[in-house]
């Protein structure tokens, strides 16, 4: 069906398959497994922290992510501060099926994004600084918990992909002003004719 040998590809942002809303996946087949290990490839070789479904040309509710721990200025490790940060990034890298935020925290964050989707452009993004993530892992177990940090962002950026959302349509106006001509440019390479990018902030 898909994976399989066929190698897979980065699309860009202006791509209508970014803009669509990913399916369930219904069943954590040898396919899916197959699947989010050359999506792991792919992102590695790419240098991505995380990848979602739409971004290689599969509306399917899959995210892959790999972090390490954060660690502060002096380079020390910071120690998970969230249940699920506690038991993610032991795991890393993951792969995450059907994955849905539950409630954000209130406080926001402030960020610079990049997205292998829209190559070399980067913008603040404020999101809230916790979610409660509920999702599936590859081997079936589930797992509802808060997470914070750096996961906290990945996660939402990537679910976003999932909703058909990236995220130069939610950058502060004042980075976005600076990165537009870059995104026109990969709009006009990779968007149908017309293509205006819908902002949500
Ligand atoms: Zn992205």
Redesign the pocket.
């Known amino acids: 069906m898909f994976g399989k040998g066929k190698k897979l590809s980065i699309r860009y942002f202006g791509d209508p398959i970014l803009a669509a809303k990913a399916k369930p996946v219904e069943e954590i087949t040898d396919d899916i497994r197959v699947l989010a290990a050359d999506m792991l490839e792919l992102m590695y070789e790419k240098n991505g922290i995380?990848l979602?479904g739409n971004?290689v040309g599969l509306p399917l509710k899959i995210v892959v992510i790999d972090i390490g721990p954060e660690e502060d200025e002096d380079g020390k490790p910071i120690p998970p501060s969230t249940p699920g940060e506690m038991e993610l990034l032991p795991k890393m890298p993951v792969a995450l099926i059907n994955p849905e935020i539950v409630s954000y925290s209130d406080d926001l964050s402030d960020f610079d994004e990049g997205?292998?989707?829209?190559p070399k452009l980067y913008a603040n993004v404020k999101r809230p600084s916790r979610v409660v993530l509920k999702t599936q892992l590859l081997d079936g177990s589930s797992l509802t918990a808060e997470c914070g940090g750096l996961l906290a962002r990945v996660l939402q950026?990537?679910l976003d992909?999932l909703d058909g959302i990236?995220?130069v349509q939610k950058a502060e106006e004042e980075d976005y002003s600076k990165i537009e001509s870059g995104v026109e440019k990969l709009i006009r390479k990779n968007g149908p004719r017309g293509f205006k990018v819908k902002r949500l902030v």
């Open positions: 995380g979602a971004q997205c292998l989707s829209v950026h990537e992909h990236v995220f």
